[in-house]
């Protein structure tokens, strides 16, 4: 038996008028996922353990089978793997953000955090900025870490998880009262200012009208995630496929191969087939029992708010990833489960995650249904199925 869970990203929303009361996945022409719908068992889970933020984290760790009440150490731990830094237990792993902060007051304290992401950075310049930072900063107790654009990565050695605000909450606010408790904390990010204010590369972005990247921000304390290693939890051998940090993270953590494939990159117009096609590679010829497809876009267009993109984004994980993969499949012979699932709703209406459950499609090869259910959040939820803790789903697919 071989075993597929195809993850569209923030792909469940709400009815939307636009569309005559239908959501973007009931809208969406999706013969592939319409064919196995009514072979399937369709139903709802819920991914997000109550009280815990809707994160990307979170959700796609409970689809793995991971309880996040259990597992989940923050979301820098699992940055901090999917980069390659082996955390030791004892260390704690910051995220560093190069932030932009207003220039114009004396001192550090007043100033006015004007941009987390310094005008979406690259990661060319940020680079060059974090050597500087680290050729002061750096020493046997800190080390720094380049990641993307402005997510950058602090290991403590011996540290603590300490309570810290995430710069994205304080746009527009007087940095004071928002500074880390730690001394040594709050006085890198001081340190971090002086030398980057001047830093030629800010020179730079000032003159071409981009906020310059001139303080760090330490957020999201957190230790190394002791994840169990999938197989040995399973039985199964898996592969990922993402495009997206956090989930090569989850994955290095649960120590299953990382798959890369050339065009994915998160976007919409990411490289579905190939996704879909690497992932029938691993089952058929490496002699995987699974593959996680996880495709990124959906969420993206819900973060956007656009309707029209993320209905695409949708018809593209139909048409290039789950008719692909149960094409292969079916010609092979061999018989397989697939899974098709959002982790989280990213709702157009509020552009951000909700906790909400997510409608699942469960199709077995060997045991076709018969029915009318079609994969959507009406259907799912009319099926009365309802799985409550999201971490059980995998037991479902693999049962
Ligand atoms: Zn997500």
């Not at 139903?43 to 989940?72: C, E, F, R, W």
């Not at 932009?100 to 941009?115: A, H, P, V």
Request: proline share 5%; with cysteine; aromatic share 8%.
């Amino acid at each position: 038996m071989k075993y597929v869970i195809v993850l569209g990203d923030g792909m469940a929303d709400e009815p939307i008028g636009e569309l005559g009361g239908k959501t973007p996945l009931e809208y969406a022409k999706t013969p592939a996922m319409d064919r196995l719908a009514a072979m399937s068992e369709i139903g709802m889970v819920h991914t997000i353990p109550d009280g815990m933020q809707p994160g990307s984290d979170t959700a796609n760790l409970s689809v793995l089978g991971y309880d996040p009440k259990i597992y989940y150490t923050g979301r820098s731990p699992l940055e901090a793997l999917s980069i390659g830094v082996d955390m030791e237990p004892t260390d704690i792993a910051l995220r560093c953000n190069i932030v932009t902060l207003t220039e114009d007051e004396d001192r550090y304290e007043d100033r006015t955090i004007i941009d987390h992401s310094s005008s979406e950075i690259s990661t060319e310049d940020a680079a060059v900025l974090l050597a500087a930072v680290k050729e002061q900063l750096e020493n046997d107790i800190y080390k720094f870490y380049v990641g993307t654009s402005y997510r950058h990565l602090t290991i403590w050695k011996n540290g603590n998880v300490v309570e810290l605000s995430a710069p994205h909450d304080h746009l527009g606010q007087v940095i004071g009262q928002f500074l880390p408790e730690n001394k040594v904390l709050y006085e890198m990010m001081k340190k971090s200012y002086d030398i980057l204010v001047n830093h030629p590369i800010n020179i730079d972005r000032k003159r071409r009208g981009l906020n310059p990247a001139n303080s760090l921000w330490f957020w999201g304390a957190g230790t190394r995630p002791a994840l169990k290693s999938f197989e040995e939890k399973t039985g199964k051998k898996g592969v990922m496929i993402s495009a997206v940090d956090l989930l090569k993270g989850i994955a290095v953590g649960a120590q299953m191969e990382n798959i890369i494939v050339e065009g994915a990159n998160g976007g919409l117009h990411t490289n579905y087939y190939g996704k879909a096609m690497a992932a029938v590679k691993a089952l058929l010829e490496d002699g995987k029992d699974f593959a996680y497809i996880h495709v990124e876009a959906p969420d993206e267009m819900g973060h956007q708010g656009n309707l029209q993109h993320k209905i695409e984004a949708i018809e593209s994980i139909d048409a290039k990833v789950v008719k692909t993969v149960a094409e292969a499949l079916d010609a092979s012979g061999e018989a397989y489960r697939m899974l098709v699932l959002p982790d989280h709703p990213t709702p157009l209406r509020i552009r951000t995650h909700s906790a909400d459950p997510v409608p699942y499609m469960l199709y077995d090869s060997t045991r076709p249904l018969h029915s009318d259910w079609l994969y959507n959040e009406k259907d799912g939820q009319a099926s009365g199925n309802y799985v409550a803790a999201g971490h059980e789903m995998i037991e479902h697919l693999f049962r």
